[in-house]
């Protein structure tokens, strides 16, 4: 099975710019969709967007036009630009397959401080 990595994350201040990136131990041409979602504490894992082989995305309402999600079938990676963050975007984020999740990596943390 295709394992996932993520790297990426740390401290920023609000308003300010992070850059997560997913590598995958195999093809990932194959999956359709490749998706970032992330964790606040004591709430569920939500999707915050989504991307596929042919590179159509889809985002979550509270991240549209902050939030770019990119893939490349050829190295295998599915990148996630985020832009302008607030607090309430911390979280531990993770890439993964959609619908039909691989194993899910620890995450990188994501701190927006206010």
């Known amino acids: 099975q295709v394992q996932l990595v993520e790297s990426g994350g740390g401290l920023v201040q609000a308003g300010g710019s992070l850059s997560l990136s997913c590598a995958a131990s195999g093809s990932i041409i194959s999956i359709n969709v490749m998706g970032w979602y992330r964790q606040a504490p004591g709430k569920q894992r939500e999707q915050v967007a989504r991307i596929s082989s042919s590179g159509s995305t889809n985002y979550a309402d509270s991240v549209k036009g902050r939030f770019t999600i990119s893939r490349d079938n050829a190295k295998n990676t599915v990148n996630l630009r985020m832009n302008s963050l607030k607090p309430e975007n911390t979280a531990v984020y993770y890439c993964?397959?959609?619908?039909?999740?691989?194993?899910w990596g620890p995450g990188p943390q994501v701190t927006v401080s206010s």
């Open positions: 993964n397959a959609w619908p039909m999740p691989l194993r």
